[in-house]
T-cell receptor, first 114, second 115 residues
């Protein structure tokens, strides 16, 4: 069965600090990978996704993620966080081209302090 | 483009009562998902529809949960009777047609509290 593991449940950073959130998945085949974000009081929205090609994908608001197939990882990064990045971040995976529902990690709560 | 609509946004009921949630996906989206998100966890699929047919309901507790999408557009999710452990946010998501480049769009969710 698929599983998604997010290493950090709570992260606190100061503004301008760099961010890296870990995500590892367990699945034997080709996968589609996603990072979703949920800002306080808002609905889940897509940050970025990887389906194929360049393993370094860029998303909205300066976020990027790198797919490392050998490590089954899809870590999210941002060079310099802002207070407005305070949110819950979810990594998700689904078998490639399956149309199946997303399998989410437990999420990482990020608090950025001024 | 209008997003995924859900109602109500909040619901408080007592255990053993019944409750229903409604979802209207983005126009033209054939695939619809219901997820359950318990506090501190990521969303978990309950049921997936393709038009008005069920694709996957393997994780739906069928003794108390039911869902339908009769005309292939909006959908309702029902819990009868509710248990304390059903307290969660119920999310609806839709996608054009599930494929390798499609993105699921989520609604705001319905926060259910069972007392």
């Amino acid at each position: 069965a698929q599983s998604v593991s997010q290493h950090n449940h709570h992260v606190i950073l100061s503004e301008a600090a760099s961010l890296e959130l870990g995500c590892n998945y367990s699945y034997g085949g080709t996968v589609n990978l996603f990072w979703y974000v949920q800002y306080p009081g808002q609905h889940l929205q897509l940050l970025l996704k990887y389906f194929s090609g360049d393993p370094l994908v860029k998303g909205i608001k300066g976020f990027e993620a790198e797919f490392i197939k050998s490590k089954f990882s899809f870590n999210l990064r941002k060079p310099s966080v802002q207070w407005s990045d305070t949110a819950e971040y979810f990594c998700a995976v689904t078998p490639w081209n399956s149309g199946y529902a997303l399998n989410f990690g437990k999420g990482t709560s990020l608090l950025v302090t001024p | 483009e209008a997003g995924v609509a859900q109602s109500p946004r909040y619901k408080i009921i007592e255990k053993r009562q019944s409750v229903a949630f409604w979802c209207n996906p983005i126009s033209g989206h054939a695939t619809l998902y219901w997820y359950q998100q318990i506090l501190g966890q990521g969303p978990k699929l309950l049921i997936q529809f393709q038009n008005n047919g069920v694709v996957d309901d393997s994780q739906l507790p069928k003794d108390r949960f039911s869902a339908e999408r009769l005309k292939g557009v909006d959908s309702t999710l029902k819990i009868q009777p509710a248990k304390l452990e059903d307290s969660a946010v119920y999310l609806c998501a839709s996608i054009t047609v599930a494929g390798d480049t499609d993105t699921q769009y989520f609604g705001p969710g319905t926060r259910l509290t069972v007392l």
